[in-house]
């Protein structure tokens, strides 16, 4: 059974940063896309950042990058998303989804080509 566990979010200043991590595991099929989403209050769930593993591509939604930096662990079985020069535009629930299937990271980047998502990890942005 797959399962992805997030951690790693927090409250952080302007300007601050953090790391998230994405702990996988039960995959079975040889091929996957990771990705990262966001809800925050009473706006749609968005993606934001995925990496494949077939050729190591990535993508980001425009709002994060130069900011935000995917990176992926296979001894651990992990992928992280390093999150710079946060903004009060950052705060939401971020989630960890995975799509088994062989292609480039933008082109399957989207909530509908997901087969399984983690519960998500709340960022917070104050002074």
């Known amino acids: 059974q797959v399962q992805l566990v997030e951690s790693g979010g927090g409250l952080v200043q302007p300007g601050g940063s953090l790391t998230l991590s994405c702990a996988a595991s039960?995959?079975?099929?040889?091929?996957?896309?990771i990705a990262w989403f966001r809800q925050a209050p009473e706006k749609e769930r968005e993606a934001i950042s995925c990496v494949s593993n077939a050729d190591n591509s990535t993508y980001y939604v425009d709002s994060v990058k130069g900011r935000f930096t995917i990176s992926r662990d296979s001894a651990k079985n992990a992928v992280y998303l390093q999150m710079n020069n946060l903004t009060p535009h950052d705060p939401a629930i971020y989630y960890c989804?995975?799509?088994?299937?062989?292609?480039?990271?933008?082109?399957?980047?989207?909530?509908?080509?997901?087969?399984?998502w983690g519960n998500g990890t709340l960022v917070s942005v104050s002074s």
């Open positions: 039960g995959f079975s099929r040889p091929f996957y896309v």
């Open positions: 989804a995975a799509a088994f299937v062989k292609g480039s990271s933008e082109a399957l980047c989207s909530e509908d080509r997901m087969d399984s």
